[in-house]
């Protein structure tokens, strides 16, 4: 059996096991897949975790940049509070529009803002709303912009806030110095400055599973 074959097999497994899909979920994936959506949601083991960090945090406040379909955001809406608010931001109008529905059906509509364009033009759009700050940030966007995100998920968060940037493996390739591609060099540039920045503690997480060979950073704001 191979590596992959594996990591298939048993994210199967832990899935079955802890994070069945229900009808929301499997429907979010399934018209996700219909309207010819990038298959790179998280996988049902990452959008429980998502969930339990939420739940752990007590987020009532969550900020997505980068929703796709809606799968992720519907994990993370889930550990809100009825009065809690889940602010999502999407570059492409037609993502947004099947996000919208599969939130929707989901009975999460009340709960989530999708906002739509480039995040980087959304992002102060969202700080000039001057909104409470954000309890947690999951950053799952283009890699390249990954150090702009975060410097604006600090502006958009305080003391004990949980930020999580996905997807910074890329399949090993942060390790290269060889490397120069625009994600690879983005996301170092994250983990660098989570790293040095004296307002974050954090770490970083390799995974496999039915995605491949991947991992998370989590970093927590200090002050």
């Given amino acids: 059996m191979s590596d992959s074959q594996l990591w298939d097999d048993v994210d199967a497994y ?24 990038p298959p790179v949601n998280v996988t049902a083991a990452q959008g429980k975790l998502l969930q339990l960090l939420a739940q752990l945090q007590g987020a009532r406040t969550i900020l997505e940049i980068g929703t796709l379909g809606g799968y992720s955001t519907i994990w993370l809406a889930r550990a809100l509070p009825a009065d809690g608010r889940l602010v999502t931001l999407e570059y492409s109008a037609r993502h947004a529009e099947v996000a919208t529905r599969n939130i929707a059906r ?54 004990g806030s949980l930020i999580v940037i996905d997807n910074v493996v890329r399949g090993g390739r942060v390790a290269d110095a060889g490397d120069t591609g625009d994600d690879v060099r983005g996301t170092r540039a994250a983990i660098e400055m989570i790293g040095s920045h004296p307002r974050l503690s954090g770490t970083a997480i390799q995974t496999v599973g039915s995605k491949g060979y991947d991992g998370f950073a989590l970093a927590r704001v200090l002050e």
Avoid: C, M
């Fill in 14 to 37: 832990f899935t079955a096991q802890l994070s069945p899909a229900d009808d929301a979920l499997a429907a979010a994936l399934r018209e996700s897949d219909a309207a010819g959506l």
């Fill in 106 to 159: 989901a009975g999460l509509d009340a709960l989530v803002d999708v906002r739509v364009g480039p995040a980087l033009e959304s992002l102060p759009q969202l700080a000039d709303d001057n909104p409470p700050p954000f309890d947690l940030v999951f950053i799952d966007a283009d890699k390249a912009n990954n150090p702009h995100y975060l410097e604006w998920a600090l502006k958009l968060t305080s003391t």
